[in-house]
Structures are given as structure tokens and as C-alpha cells.
């Protein structure tokens, strides 16, 4: 069992940046694999990023986002530059036991969200 907590979202201009935090609970951090999602109204929740227990990334967000993991601190980010107004979203860390993760259904552990608002 899981615990995970968004933060870093808020209001940033186009062409900005934001660095999502997600601290997590438990001793066991390190054999998950996470990810980072966004869900916009209205539209499907969708994957950004995963990262594996040993580090390799799968991207689905293309050029702009990073995912990484520090396992000692059990956080991973998800760097954000050039943001643009359609990046609007409630973005969410997730966790799984698999080793390989493609969609929201293959998470078991949800955050509540962070919301991140890009203004032109």
C-alpha cells in the first residue's frame, strides 16, 4: 500500500515552467513503478510519463516534460517546460506494481491531483 502527494502546481504563463513533486509513503518506493497523468474536463485522464524501478522512462507527452525518481527521498518529478495553455490540467502521480505501465488502468495508486493552470 501506497501513499502518494502532488505538489507544485498553480498558475504559470505560457513559455513557463513547473517542477510536480510527488512524495510517497512506505519503505517499499523503489519497486514501484510510477507516472505522472493529466486530466483536463471534459477529456479522459491521460498518461505523461512513466518510470521504472530501475530508471528506464517511457514518454507520451512529446519534446516538453521529464520524469524522474529519487528513491532515498521516495519523490519523483515531472519537470514541465514551455508550457502552453493546452498543458491545462489536474495532473496526477500514480503507482503500480508492474514493471511496465501504458494507461491509467494500469496504476493501483492514485494522488489526489495537482492543478496546473497555463494563462496566454
Known amino acids: 500500500q501506497v501513499q502518494l502527494v502532488e505538489s507544485g502546481g498553480g498558475l504559470v504563463q505560457a513559455g513557463g515552467s513547473l517542477r510536480l513533486s510527488c512524495a510517497a509513503s512506505?519503505?517499499?518506493?523503489?519497486?514501484?513503478?510510477m507516472g505522472w497523468f493529466r486530466q483536463a474536463p471534459g477529456k479522459e485522464r491521460e498518461i505523461v510519463a512513466s518510470i521504472r524501478t530501475t530508471g528506464g522512462i517511457s514518454y507520451y507527452v512529446p519534446g516538453r516534460f521529464t520524469i524522474s525518481r529519487d528513491n532515498a527521498k521516495n519523490t519523483v518529478y515531472l519537470q514541465m517546460n514551455s508550457l502552453k495553455p493546452e498543458d491545462t490540467a489536474t495532473y496526477y502521480c500514480?503507482?503500480?506494481?508492474?514493471?511496465?505501465?501504458?494507461?491509467?488502468?494500469?496504476?493501483?495508486?492514485w494522488g489526489k491531483g495537482t492543478l496546473v493552470t497555463v494563462s496566454l
Open positions: 500514480a503507482a503500480s506494481s508492474a514493471r511496465v505501465v501504458r494507461g491509467p488502468n494500469d496504476m493501483h495508486y
Open positions: 512506505g519503505p517499499t518506493f523503489s519497486s514501484y513503478t
